[in-house]
């Protein structure tokens, strides 16, 4: 058994007890740090995910779904590139929760494990957009979480999901789809689709919201996605509302923060307002990134000036993953 954390030795110890007597299935050993190359077959197509497992993690443990953005891939955003989403590895292994990112899919290769993914997240596209994905990620995702429920011993009642553009925007679709699985959610850099391809919500969802004034991708007034050809969306003020509209909070039911300046390079400062927070059930909690770009905050990992370039500033006067956890953490289903 060494090496193996609590959780594995639990699952292993579920199916020798559990199993078949007369030939107990084999059990699927998990190892501290990321376990690559696991695969589900969904609607007769192979999709692909990793799972990072933090040292010292126990029995009922939380689970963040971490969705890449368009045009990335689950290995992608956590390279020593990738800014923010970096940091999600370093709140697993303080927090001890588990971390699942699965893979989207390019519709233009057909290629389930690539490095230019995308999700189905309900914007409403046309045939110029190459490589948006066409399979049913809802589906993947529904799925994953009932894998995870059965190879790991965790919490089934505190399931996150989190991500930035495409994924944050996906983040919309599951809590549409998939309410009654997941917790609450965290998107970064996303509003909501205009016109949606989705059903309307019929359930409240907690969530926390970031975006920035300065997205040059995800317009902030609303509009097409990244100029054209991405589809369209709501202001960032439309999405709150669409969504303070769903859980019934008025919003005249605020308090506002400024978030201490900590950084006085970035040229960038932080508001954040809680709506709701008498009710844990039905909150949100948004951060307008002022002077901010396309990209999540982050003290610990700034992006390069030259990627700043192309994505907008980055504001250092907050850690993304951190905050997105503080609030994730509070909410169970």
């Known amino acids: 058994m060494k090496g193996l954390s609590f959780l594995s030795i639990v699952s292993l110890g579920l199916l020798i007890c559990c199993g078949k007597k007369s030939e107990p299935a084999p059990a699927q050993i998990f190892v501290t740090g990321w376990n690559e190359n696991l695969t589900l077959s969904i609607n007769n197509q192979t999709r692909y995910f990793r799972v990072y497992q933090p040292a010292g993690i126990a029995a009922n443990a939380p689970v963040v779904i971490l969705l890449h953005g368009g ?33 989207g899919f390019d519709a233009t290769t057909n290629n389930a494990n690539g490095t230019n993914q995308n999700w189905n997240d309900c914007r409403q596209l046309t045939s110029s957009n190459q490589g948006f994905s066409n399979q049913d990620d809802v589906a993947f995702i529904s799925e994953l979480i009932e894998w995870t429920k059965r190879s790991f011993s965790v919490d089934n009642t505190r399931f996150y999901a989190t991500g930035v553009s495409n994924g944050g925007l996906m983040c919309y679709r599951l809590a549409t789809e998939l309410n009654a699985k997941i917790a609450a959610i965290a998107p970064f850099i996303a ?39 991405r589809g369209s969306v709501k202001s960032s003020a439309e999405t ?13 039911d605020v308090v506002q923060t400024n978030l201490p300046n900590i950084s006085t390079n970035d040229n960038s400062t932080i508001v954040k307002r809680l709506f709701g927070g008498s009710n844990p059930n039905k909150e949100i909690e948004f951060y307008t990134v002022v002077g901010g770009g396309h990209n999540m905050p982050s003290i610990a990992n700034p992006l390069s000036p030259t990627a700043q370039t192309a994505v907008g500033p980055q504001n250092q006067d907050m850690e993304g993953a951190r905050v997105a956890w503080d609030f994730l953490k509070r909410h169970k289903k």
Do not use: H, Y
């Open 71 to 103: 045009g990335q891939s689950m290995t992608e955003i956590f390279e020593t590139t990738a800014g923010g989403t970096r940091v999600w590895t370093n709140v697993a292994d303080d927090e001890k929760f588990l971390l699942v990112a699965p893979n």
């Open 191 to 229: 509003n909501q689709p205009d016109p949606s391809e989705c059903p309307s919500p019929l359930a409240a969802m907690p969530m926390m919201i970031c975006v920035g004034t300065l997205d040059p991708l995800m317009p902030f007034a609303g509009g097409n996605v990244a100029g054209s050809n």
């Open 240 to 252: 709150l509302n669409f969504w303070l509209a769903v859980n019934g909070v008025p919003i005249t």
